[in-house]
């Protein structure tokens, strides 16, 4: 079992499809309801990493069809980890670098390219985007860019698209619960009208650098001859895709899948030139082992998977980089975290949800589950990074956040009366604080880590938890009906136009979340804040940095105030690792180029292509 960063594409009713985070391994990506009436929506699902056996890692053998050059090729690892099924959006479940969501811009490009380091977005198919109104988003559209077979993209292609995600349950679809239409501004631009009655500026931002174009002359073809069903749409391998980015589908087996640099790209016109690499190689290996040993060994450069230690690559001579040169080594891009069930008794306190919180040793989570790439935790709905910092008054709610305190911990059970008992569990007005069992899947190894690390920590104050890791299914299933005493999963990760709010949606708003027993998609442990439903609501029509600054403020300190939920570790969006051994010049924090660790190939990361040199 490979690992998985956390992938969760929030959407359905308030926040459409946005990136949680890009996966290790290749899988359909999850959504969650958002919003009023919430429509039936895949889980939110993250597998981390597991340990697997360590088979010798092999480069693909010399012969193999269309072999390219070493110093023209760019080889990569960690977005996929079986033979490819198809090339197809609509599929599903495309093979890279067609998988939605991590690794836009290589084949297909999005309208504009977001950036983890600054949260913005940056012009590629689209120029700029305004407001026009209050209700409408203009696009205004690259003149210069084609389709590599030579036609042009236009406004139709746009509109187009977006409209195959109202016509048919796919990725994008849950943007149809804002937008109410999607026209044509003339050939070169476009306009986003949104919904009156559920307005979300947010998720409108977050489409337009989410949503791969597709060419409208060669799908409608496709839609045509399979008389308008997706089930039949599905079915199409689509093996050389007519896109508009800077590489084509050149060849893939079992083993690897290759693209090769469109030198007609219409980008030379946005970029100034070409992409350095010639060609780009996913090698498909067995499992983390056998790709981490080809990575040391210089035969893949640019690593998206869990290495544990990384630092002992370069100790060993290696020429291996991080884009955090320092612990933690990795950018965070998600908080997995642990859900209180808010009905169970003992745990309906907050006061012993908060105990729970501060017993928790973050530090060994880090060390033993993360390898050390989790930095200290600092208890926000905001990610410690300047893209989701700025919108909150650190200062403000300071005094609310935890830290492991033991003491400190005992000492707030004393004070409500939770009383030891003759075991050493505490009781509490007549309930016994455990046993409650904490739970994530089976086989997710670092999530199985940190859950035992809980469990000690708990004891330590008089409360009895015990873990309990049963097969995926099951976990998914207990999620999402409330049958659970704490539960861990990831609240919506990732960097998009959309957070931190979407973050704080998954956790606390209640408005559209059913009783217990039956299937919520976000929200699992059913806190209920009419406040902060208040404020999850306006958020999104506010654009004043000053009130959404306080507005955030206040909506966290409610959440470390109730304590809904802990998070136990900063994980990160991308394990963005260099072997520099033929390629060299990648981007790193420092480097004054506001390049993203973002694999070279999604979103703004795509410009690193642009820098890398043998």
């Not at 090698?283 to 040391?296: H, S």
């Not at 004043?544 to 206040?554: A, G, I, P, R, S």
Request: charged share 20%; with cysteine.
């Amino acid at each position: 079992m490979k690992l998985k960063k956390a992938t969760s594409l929030i959407g359905s009713l308030a926040m459409a499809v946005t990136l949680l985070a890009a996966c290790s391994d290749v899988q359909p990506p999850s959504a969650s309801s958002q919003s009023k009436a919430p429509e039936p929506a895949k889980p939110a699902t993250t597998q981390p990493a597991a340990t697997p056996a360590a088979p010798a890692a092999q480069a693909p053998a010399a012969g193999d069809v269309k072999e390219t050059p070493r110093n023209e090729t760019l080889y990569i690892a960690g977005n996929q980890w079986g033979a490819p099924t198809n090339f197809n959006l609509l599929s599903g479940n495309p093979a890279f670098p067609i998988n939605y969501g991590n690794s836009r811009e290589l084949i297909y490009e999005t309208l504009f390219m977001v950036n983890m380091l600054d949260g913005k977005l940056e012009p590629l198919l689209g120029t700029k985007y305004n407001w026009t109104d209050d209700l409408t988003l203009k696009v205004e559209l690259n003149k210069d860019a084609k389709w590599n077979d030579g036609k042009p993209f236009t406004s139709d292609d746009v509109v187009y698209t977006y409209q195959l995600g109202k016509k048919y349950q796919i990725n994008w679809s849950s943007f149809w619960t804002y937008i109410e239409d999607v026209t044509a501004d003339g050939p070169n631009a476009v306009n986003i009208k949104m919904k009156k009655e559920t307005p979300n500026k947010l998720t409108v931002l977050d489409s337009i650098e989410l949503i791969p174009m597709l060419p409208k002359h060669v799908w409608s073809d496709i839609e045509t001859k399979a008389n308008n069903d997706l089930a039949t749409i599905r079915k199409e391998f689509n093996p050389n895709p007519v896109a508009t980015g800077p590489y084509k589908m050149y060849f893939y087996n079992d083993q690897k899948i290759t693209v090769a640099r469109d030198d007609n790209y219409w980008g030379k016109s946005l970029f100034g030139k070409l992409p350095a690499p010639k060609y780009i190689t996913h090698v498909i290996y067995k499992d983390n082992a056998a790709g981490d040993l080809a990575f040391k060994a210089g035969q893949v450069d640019l690593s998206q998977q869990f290495t544990p230690q990384i630092w002992n690559f370069w100790k060993d001579g290696a020429p291996v980089k991080t884009y955090l040169k320092d612990a933690p080594y990795y950018l965070p891009g998600s908080m997995p975290s642990i859900f209180f069930n808010m009905s169970k008794k003992g745990l309906d306190n907050k006061e012993v949800r908060r105990a729970i919180a501060m017993s928790i040793d973050y530090k060994k989570i880090s060390d033993l589950a993360m390898s050390g790439y989790s930095a200290a935790m600092q208890p926000s709905l905001t990610l410690n990074t300047d893209a989701e910092s700025k919108y909150v008054d650190l200062n403000a709610i300071k005094p609310l956040q935890w830290t492991t305190d033991v003491a400190g911990a005992n000492a707030l059970l004393d004070k409500i009366g939770a009383k030891k008992g003759a075991d050493g569990i505490r009781v509490l007005d007549g309930t016994r604080l455990g046993p409650w069992d904490i739970e994530c899947p089976y086989g997710w190894s670092d999530w199985n880590a940190s859950l035992e690390i809980v469990a000690q920590s708990a004891k330590a104050i008089g409360i009895e938890i015990r873990t309990k890791f049963p097969e995926q299914p099951v976990w998914n299933n207990d999620l999402q009906t409330g049958k659970f005493d704490i539960i861990m999963n990831t609240p919506a990760g990732g960097v998009s136009p959309s957070q931190p709010w979407n973050r704080a949606r998954t956790i606390m708003y209640s408005k559209g979340v059913p009783a217990i027993g039956e299937m919520a998609f976000w929200n699992w442990g059913r806190y209920k804040n009419d406040k902060a439903d208040q404020l999850i609501d306006q958020i999104p029509a506010v654009s004043d940095m000053n009130k959404l600054k306080e507005m955030y403020t206040e909506l966290d300190k409610m959440w470390l105030t109730d304590v809904p939920s802990v998070p136990l570790m900063y994980r990160p969006w991308m394990f963005y690792t260099m072997n520099e051994s033929v390629w060299k010049g990648f981007p790193v924090q420092g480097d004054g180029t506001n390049i993203p660790p973002q694999m070279g190939y999604d979103g703004a990361g795509i410009k690193a292509l642009y820098q890398i040199h043998n």
